[in-house]
Each structure stands twice: as C-alpha cells, then as structure tokens.
C-alpha cells in the first residue's frame, strides 16, 4: 500500500481539516496516512505552531491502525534543539519529519526574509540552517520538503539549481546518508518543469551520495489533498533509484505497489 506520509488536520495551526476526513479520504484513494502535525517551538510568532502532544495522541488513539499511523513535523531551530529532543523522546509518535521553516528567526514564508538580500544569500543560509539542524536532531526519520524555500521565494527564479548550491545541498544530503535517514519528495508544490528540472538532480545526487530511502508526502492541509500527484512523486523515487517507504513506530517499512 502507498502511504501518504504528510498531512495536517485540526493540531495544526493552519488546518481545519478533521481526522474523519482525512481517512475517508485515504479510504476512497486506498492510500495509507500519516498525521503529522506541526510543532514549531519558538515560532516568532507566540502561540502559533504548537500544541498539546499529549492531547493529540490520546484523541487520535481510536483512530490508530495499520493504516492510519500517527507522527509529528517538527521545525528545527538550534535555539529549540532540546524542547524538540524531549518531545520526540517522550511521545510514541510513530513518525518525526524534522523540516525547516524558520531560519535567523523569520518564517521564511514572509516577504521580510527575502528583502534586500540576494537569492545567494537567502538561499545558502537556508541550506547551511538545514544542515546544522538536521545534524543536531538526531532523533528525525525524515527530512521534509528540501525544496520548501522555491515554494515562497520572493526571488525573480526561485528553483533551486543544484549546482548553483552544490557543496550547500551535499552537506544536507551526506548528514542524511550517514543517519540513514529518508529525505521526503513533497507534492504540496505542482510539479512545472522547472521544478521538477530542479528537485532531481537534488534526489539523484542523495542516491549518488549512497541516500537510499524516500517518504512521500503531500504535505495536505485539506482532504483533496491527499495523495497529490504521487504518481509523479513515485516516477521521481524510481528514476533516482531511491526506495519509498514509510515509518511505523520508528522503522522504515517499504512500499509495496
Ligand atoms: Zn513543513
Ligand atoms: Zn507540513
């Protein structure tokens, strides 16, 4: 079974969708899921991105199966490093996403991280923040959305070009190829050319650099989301030779198509 790795519904600040949707939703595509709200310690903003993990697990238990598996995305910051460390530590979370969101304390979702800065520079502080977080948050399965700035760069071309930022992307990749972690494809973004250009040489290097895992995940925030363009998402993983799993109670479990 696929599983959709990567989605939020009401624990999340920017979602309303509802667990019973979701899972009707995964039931109609016959695709399994993982919940994964966000946790974002130290946001910039006070009280957004966070909540009760203990509460989250105890409602959602009835709802825990085979095919409806319960994880967490954390946003790594080095400032929330040990805040993280005790909640994965402390919850049985089947699965943690550690993402980047937040870099020099600005949601790079907003206008304010881009202003009066070169792409260059935007993007090299984002790939040295993802590298020093993803190496000290040794208790991650996956890395999420790698691609996520070209979502919301406010730059004239906001794909990344691999060899543009190559030594940048390979300190990124090598820490998840010495953890064994996976590194997520998210469909969130559609799939132009230009990204898809983009995003593969970034999954061939991985595979090159000896990266042998991939999550899928859509990253859905409503339940139409589910499961977004993962036929393209699965021709991505086989061109680069990477294995599409998902993760149960913290080991990885292949994808059988
Ligand atoms: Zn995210
Ligand atoms: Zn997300």
């Known amino acids: 079974m696929i599983f959709d790795t990567h989605m939020h519904t009401e624990f999340s600040s920017d979602s309303k969708m509802t667990i019973e949707q979701a899972i009707l939703q995964a039931k109609a595509l016959n695709v ?40 967490i995305e954390i946003g790594m910051q080095s400032a929330c490093l040990d805040e993280n460390r005790r909640l ?17 304390g600005i949601d790079i979702y907003y206008e304010d991280f881009y202003r009066g800065r070169s792409k260059y520079e935007v993007y090299e502080s984002y790939f040295a923040a993802m590298a020093e977080c993803l190496a000290a948050h040794d208790f991650v399965h996956s890395l999420g959305h790698i691609d996520y700035i070209a979502r919301y760069a406010r730059v004239e071309e906001p794909e990344i070009s691999y060899l543009q930022f190559a030594a940048s992307i390979d300190k990124v990749l090598k820490v998840a190829v010495e953890r064994e972690l996976a590194v997520e494809i998210n469909t969130k973004r559609e799939y132009s050319k230009a990204a898809l250009a983009s995003i593969i040489p970034i999954y061939q290097r991985f595979a ?17 989301g589910i499961g977004n363009q993962f036929k393209q998402a699965l021709t991505i993983a086989d061109k680069c030779g990477l294995r599409p799993v998902y993760f149960k109670e913290g080991n990885p479990e292949y994808i059988k198509i």
């Open 208 to 224: 090159e650099l000896g990266g042998r895992l991939v999550t899928l995940g859509s990253d859905a925030h409503t339940a139409s």
């Open 32 to 71: 399994g899921i993982i919940i994964t709200e966000h946790m974002d310690y130290q946001y910039p903003k006070p009280d957004m991105f966070v909540f009760d993990a203990d509460d989250y697990l105890s409602r959602y238990a009835r709802y825990r199966s085979s095919e409806v598996l319960l994880g």
């Open 88 to 104: 994965v530590l402390n919850h049985s979370f089947d699965y943690v996403i550690g993402s980047i969101h937040v870099v020099d």
